[in-house]
């Protein structure tokens, strides 16, 4: 067992809508990406998706309403539930989802990772 250093982990990549595993616990991987502009509305059929800020601001826009992440605050987004997430900055985020979720949901696109990186 070894602590993770949150802010060593962000520095040692610098690609965005990449998320890159640094932690599981039993069946969730603990993800860290950076975000900056808008992402792709999507939802996960099977799924639930913690969303941590750590850095910047978060915009999580659902089809009925939006949600604003400042650091230390988080959302769960429910399974099924569409959702578009936005970084008018760079932002970092934690991310706590189960290991079969991919990044785009439903949608399958460029943005599309099936393989995660870890670090």
Known sequence: MESVNLAQ???SFRDFWNPKIVGEVNDAY???TKLKGEFVWHHHDGEDELFLVVKGRLLLKFR???VW????EFV???RGVDHLPVAPEET??????PKSTLNTGN???????S?????
């Open 107 to 113: 949608v399958r696109n460029e943005r599309t990772i």
């Open 64 to 66: 009925d309403h939006d």
């Open 76 to 78: 769960i987004v429910p």
């Open 92 to 97: 970092h985020v934690l991310l706590f989802e």
């Open 30 to 32: 603990v993800k860290l």
């Open 69 to 72: 992440l400042d650091p230390g």
């Open 115 to 119: 393989e995660l990186q870890r670090l």
């Open 9 to 11: 982990k962000f520095e």
